[in-house]
């Protein structure tokens, strides 16, 4: 199976720009959740996705948010960019969760940079 | 919220030697607990996790890791670390019925020849 597989690699914008992230999971799994890794906060949860419907909110702005189509991939949009919001823009994918377990598996990230 | 503590934010160690990773959880309930090694400019693997039962965990690359519910522990060991070990380790715990995994603040590993 292919793995989670996260466009474009690398990215940079200026500030005020917007920015929409892309995510495909690996084939089966529904849920897609997003994060932020940064060196001074590390790594921070977004969001997470199911079923084309949000279950779950870290505790960024709202400028961050998300969307899942019914194929099950993301996408996760920054607008109004901030020089603090250059990170790695990490995606994960789980299988359907059963009775709560859920392993997630990784993509290799999004490097975003704002000057 | 659960939440995650590594006390050490850099180790080295001599290729031979063993290796233990520090893990500290807090959580109300049982946790899951993972383990994740990053490689730079890489995404993170998973090395190994704990759900329930045999609280000694093995997992990939040769790395263990044990649960000690009253020391609110997930240490991670490895007998022999090799070069290719050298890497960022990230311990993380997640709760029952949501994937809102926290992470802790890593630990990266240096391997001196």
């Known amino acids: 199976k292919a793995g989670v597989t996260q466009t474009p690699r690398y990215l940079i914008k200026t500030r005020g720009q917007q920015v929409t992230l892309s995510c495909s999971p690996i084939s089966g799994h529904r849920s897609v959740s997003w994060y932020q890794q940064t060196p001074g906060q590390g790594l921070q949860f977004l969001f997470e996705?199911?079923?084309?419907?949000?279950?779950n909110k870290g505790n960024f702005p709202g400028r961050f948010s998300g969307r899942q189509f019914s194929n099950s991939r993301s996408e996760m949009n920054v607008s109004t960019l901030e020089l603090g919001d250059s990170a790695l823009y990490l995606c994960a994918s789980s299988p359907t969760p059963l009775a709560g377990v859920r392993e997630q598996f990784f993509g290799p990230g999004t490097r975003l940079t704002v000057l | 919220a659960q939440s995650v503590t590594q006390p050490d934010i850099h180790i080295t160690v001599s290729e031979g030697a063993s290796l233990e990773l520090r893990c500290n959880y807090s959580y109300g309930a049982t946790p899951y607990l993972f383990w994740y090694v990053q490689s730079p400019g890489q995404g993170l693997q998973l090395l190994l996790k704990?759900?329930?039962?045999?609280?000694l965990v093995q997992g990939i690359k040769g790395f263990e890791a044990e649960f000690k519910r009253s020391q609110s522990s997930f240490n991670l060991r490895k007998p022999s670390v090799h070069w290719s070990d050298a890497a960022e380790y990230f311990c993380a715990v997640g709760a029952r019925g949501n994937n809102d995994m926290r992470f802790g603040a890593g630990t990266r590993l240096t391997v001196k020849p």
């Open positions: 704990y759900f329930s039962g045999d609280t």
């Open positions: 996705y199911f079923s084309e419907t949000q279950r």
